[in-house]
């Protein structure tokens, strides 16, 4: 399998070189070159596998020759046994119609381990084979910043250096990223800064030629394509529970940077028969408006509850739009000039009448994502769920389904990691799971640093060990 660039100009690669790369050349975001697709009988054959068996099934096409069969076995193997629950992401019925899809009994509670936890073991095995290292630096508003750390902490070859906004993430998640003793891993609290500030600031050390001069640099936000492959995985288990590929279910997906529902759209073209895929929105709402009326522009980013979509530029956006505009790079490569220059674009009709037949959208208030907690709650045999969940399981409820369709949201973090949110909407706070231990006992360890790019650079060129 090669892939392709969004953006038509950067050389194609193969799934080992993708995986290293992160974001393409020429800006734009790797994807395969065409999608692999699975006959129904060979989709009914995937039922009832253990989920790392599923997993090394779903990723074969899409790893190709970058890994044998059975070292692609083992890594799946090696990344779901760190999961608390036997079938990784366990399904829990609410009413006659909706499910939950938990995606995260992963060491950190949120289901960015899915993917980050065989990212890890990638990048090892890839490093390794090339003699290579690797200085991944990442921004992070919470999830993706500790979900990076358990994955990477103590790994050959690797050091991260996670940026995240002084303090704007969540006590829990703080914690979670600074605790961990690993040598290779360094967290750097930015003063002053939001999180697209930090996020800014990473995006110049990639394009600064002193810093890539001695470093090679990796990256562990969803613009990595391996991210979005391993979430393809747990649509598959969820629909061929529930008798894929004869019936078809719904998801509902709470959505920031469009990563987790574009893996969705992935499971769909690859044969999967969905229902729909809805995109769930919080006040940030730039998705709700591009896939309902054809609005792609950005505005100003409102802090919710649920931190980790309040998101105005959802990168991953832009595969579609390749994928949806007759796979044009050139011509997407301008529609994405006009963007990045406008901060505005509208879909073009093919592009908006090809996501309205997959996808819905719809929008959540403060309002809906603490009434959905408490019928979650209060209806539903008391399942707490966090406020993210909520917002995607309030988009399930508002939208008239098929009779027989079962409707799944996915369930993206623990409800402890956002423990203060959750019970201010029911009353009830949720305790973290024991395998995480004793978080807050432990001694914390990050630099703090001026919000100031030179200081963050500076930073890393006297602690990274260079190439
Ligand atoms: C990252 C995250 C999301 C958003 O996922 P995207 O792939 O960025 O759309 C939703 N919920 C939680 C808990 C997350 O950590």
Request: hydrophobic share 50%; glycine share 8%.
């Given at each position: 399998?090669?892939?392709?660039?969004?953006r038509?100009?950067?050389?194609?690669?193969?799934?080992?070189g993708?995986?290293?790369?992160?974001?393409?050349?020429?800006?734009?975001?790797?994807?395969?070159?065409?999608?692999?697709?699975?006959?129904?009988?060979?989709?009914?054959?995937l039922?009832?596998?253990?989920?790392?068996?599923?997993?090394?099934?779903?990723?074969?096409?899409f790893?190709?020759?970058?890994?044998?069969?059975?070292?692609?076995?083992?890594?799946?193997?090696?990344?779901?046994?760190?999961?608390?629950?036997?079938?990784?992401?366990?399904?829990t019925?609410?009413?006659e119609?909706?499910?939950?899809?938990?995606?995260?009994?992963?060491?950190?509670?949120?289901?960015?381990?899915?993917?980050?936890?065989?990212?890890?073991?990638?990048?090892?095995?890839?490093l390794?084979?090339e003699?290579?290292r690797?200085?991944?630096?990442?921004?992070?508003?919470?999830?993706?910043?500790?979900?990076?750390?358990?994955a990477?902490?103590?790994?050959?070859?690797?050091?991260?250096f996670?940026?995240?906004p002084?303090?704007?993430?969540?006590?829990?998640?703080?914690?979670?990223?600074?605790?961990?003793?690993?040598?290779?891993?360094?967290?750097?609290?930015?003063?002053?800064?939001?999180?697209d500030?930090?996020?800014?600031?990473?995006?110049?050390?990639?394009?600064?030629?002193?810093?890539?001069?001695?470093?090679?640099?990796?990256?562990?936000?969803?613009?990595?394509?391996?991210?979005l492959?391993?979430?393809?995985?747990?649509?598959?288990?969820?629909?061929?529970?529930f008798?894929?590929?004869?019936?078809?279910?719904?998801?509902?997906?709470?959505?920031?940077?469009?990563?987790?529902?574009?893996?969705?759209?992935?499971?769909?073209?690859?044969?999967l028969?969905?229902?729909?895929?809805?995109?769930?929105?919080?006040v940030?709402?730039?998705?709700?408006?591009?896939?309902?009326?054809?609005?792609?522009s950005?505005?100003?980013?409102?802090?919710?509850?649920?931190?980790?979509?309040?998101?105005?530029i959802?990168?991953?956006?832009?595969?579609?739009?390749?994928?949806?505009?007759?796979?044009?790079?050139?011509?997407?490569?301008a529609?994405m000039?006009?963007?990045?220059?406008?901060?505005?674009?509208?879909?073009?009709?093919?592009q908006l009448?090809?996501?309205?037949?997959?996808?819905?959208?719809?929008?959540?208030?403060?309002?809906?994502m603490?009434?959905?907690?408490?019928?979650?709650?209060?209806?539903?045999?008391c399942?707490?769920?966090?406020?993210?969940?909520?917002?995607?399981?309030?988009?399930?409820?508002?939208?008239?389904?098929?009779?027989?369709?079962?409707?799944?949201?996915?369930?993206?973090?623990?409800?402890?990691?956002?423990?203060?949110?959750?019970?201010?909407?029911?009353?009830?706070?949720?305790?973290?799971?024991?395998?995480?231990?004793?978080?807050?006992?432990?001694?914390?360890?990050?630099?703090?640093?001026?919000?100031?790019?030179?200081?963050?650079?500076?930073?890393?060129?006297?602690?990274?060990?260079?190439?």
């Amino acid at each position: 399998m090669r892939y392709v660039s969004t953006r038509g100009r950067a050389p194609a690669l193969d799934f080992a070189g993708v995986t290293l790369a992160g974001l393409a050349s020429d800006g734009g975001l790797y994807v395969p070159e065409a999608w692999p697709v699975l006959a129904r009988d060979e989709i009914a054959a995937l039922r009832g596998l253990p989920y790392a068996e599923l997993a090394a099934r779903i990723m074969r096409p899409f790893v190709g020759e970058s890994l044998a069969p059975g070292r692609l076995r083992a890594l799946t193997a090696q990344a779901y046994a760190r999961f608390a629950h036997a079938a990784v992401t366990p399904l829990t019925q609410l009413d006659e119609r909706h499910w939950l899809l938990e995606l995260f009994h992963g060491p950190t509670l949120a289901f960015k381990d899915v993917a980050l936890q065989l990212l890890g073991l990638l990048f090892e095995e890839f490093l390794a084979r090339e003699n290579s290292r690797l200085t991944v630096v990442g921004a992070t508003s919470g999830d993706t910043g500790s979900a990076a750390i358990d994955a990477l902490a103590g790994r050959e070859g690797i050091e991260i250096f996670m940026l995240h906004p002084a303090g704007r993430v969540s006590d829990v998640q703080r914690v979670q990223m600074t605790t961990v003793r690993a040598p290779n891993v360094h967290n750097i609290a930015v003063e002053g800064a939001s999180f697209d500030d930090a996020q800014a600031m990473v995006k110049r050390l990639f394009a600064d030629s002193q810093v890539t001069a001695r470093h090679r640099l990796g990256a562990v936000n969803s613009i990595n394509w391996a991210r979005l492959m391993a979430q393809v995985v747990y649509y598959f288990a969820a629909a061929l529970q529930f008798g894929a590929p004869e019936k078809k279910v719904a998801f509902s997906v709470p959505t920031g940077n469009f990563g987790d529902v574009f893996a969705g759209y992935a499971a769909a073209r690859m044969g999967l028969p969905i229902e729909r895929l809805v995109v769930a929105t919080n006040v940030n709402d730039i998705l709700h408006r591009a896939l309902s009326e054809g609005d792609y522009s950005v505005g100003e980013v409102t802090a919710t509850a649920a931190p980790s979509m309040d998101i105005q530029i959802s990168s991953n956006f832009e595969r579609l739009l390749f994928d949806l505009g007759n796979r044009d790079g050139a011509a997407l490569a301008a529609q994405m000039a006009r963007f990045e220059k406008a901060r505005a674009i509208r879909l073009t009709a093919a592009q908006l009448g090809g996501a309205r037949a997959l996808f819905a959208s719809v929008r959540a208030d403060a309002g809906d994502m603490a009434s959905a907690m408490r019928w979650a709650w209060e209806q539903c045999g008391c399942e707490a769920i966090d406020p993210h969940t909520a917002i995607g399981l309030h988009a399930a409820r508002s939208l008239t389904w098929p009779d027989g369709v079962p409707v799944v949201t996915l369930a993206t973090a623990h409800p402890a990691k956002f423990r203060d949110a959750v019970e201010r909407a029911t009353g009830f706070r949720p305790t973290l799971p024991a395998r995480v231990g004793d978080l807050f006992g432990r001694e914390e360890r990050y630099a703090r640093l001026p919000g100031d790019y030179a200081a963050v650079r500076a930073y890393i060129l006297e602690t990274a060990t260079p190439l």
